[in-house]
């Protein structure tokens, strides 16, 4: 069974510039999670989708946002960069919101100069 | 507001020694409790998972943990580090609530010595 995969695996990006990344959840499971992992901040809630819709966001300014699409699919939108947006992004996907375990990506490093 | 407190950002052992990673909790309603692995420039792996079953969980790679609600701990053992225990290694909790946000520790980075 194919694991939490996302894409790109490093972004470089440069101030003010928008950044997209992908995350495919495991073949099943419908809700998909955002965490920012920086350095000296620790693992922080971002977003949470599930079933097409935003049902919780951490405490981020509006700047990041994202989607689900029909086949579960995610994206994380980053706008206006700044540079201690530099982090690894992770995505991870449950079978359902009552599911309780979380399994993880390999995250995108992003880099903002 | 549930929230987890690891002890320790490093700890060290000698390869076949006790590992011992702690993780205090705390929680308005029964928790769950999760650790998970991070291997460098990689995403998290799941170890185990407390999810009010049994007390003490077995994990992946010989790791296990116990639940102690008296004293609001889930800490991480192994009887014998290998060199490829060498990782960081987060506490996680979240609220058996329907809404799964997990709430990291800080995280501890086990060094192992030959």
């Known amino acids: 069974e194919a694991g939490v995969t996302q894409s790109p695996t490093h972004l470089i990006k440069t101030r003010g510039q928008q950044a997209t990344l992908r995350c495919s959840p495991i073949?099943?499971?419908?809700?998909v999670y955002w965490y920012q992992q920086a350095l000296g901040l620790g693992l922080q809630f971002l977003l949470w989708?599930?079933?097409?819709?935003?049902?919780n966001r951490g405490n981020f300014p509006p700047r990041f946002s994202g989607r689900q699409f029909p086949n579960y699919s995610s994206e994380l939108n980053v706008n206006a960069l700044e540079l201690e947006d530099s982090a690894l992004y992770l995505c991870a996907s449950s079978f359902d919101p009552s599911q309780e375990t979380q399994y993880f990506g390999p995250g995108t490093r992003l880099l903002v100069l | 507001a549930q929230s987890v407190t690891q002890l320790g950002s490093h700890v060290s052992v000698s390869e076949g020694a006790l590992v011992l990673l702690r993780c205090n909790y705390s929680s308005s309603v029964p928790p769950y409790l999760f650790w998970y692995v991070q291997y460098p420039n990689q995403g998290l792996q799941l170890l185990l998972k407390y999810t009010s079953a049994a007390t003490l969980v077995k994990g992946i790679n010989g790791f296990e943990a116990e639940f102690k609600k008296s004293e609001t701990s889930f800490h991480l053992t192994k009887p014998s580090a290998h060199m490829s225990d060498a990782a960081e290694y987060f506490c996680?909790?979240?609220?058996?609530?329907?809404?799964?946000?997990?709430?990291f520790g800080t995280g501890t980075r086990l060094l192992v010595s030959p």
């Open positions: 989708y599930d079933e097409g819709e935003e049902r």
């Open positions: 996680a909790v979240t609220l058996n609530t329907g809404f799964q946000k997990l709430v």
């Open positions: 073949s099943g499971h419908t809700s």
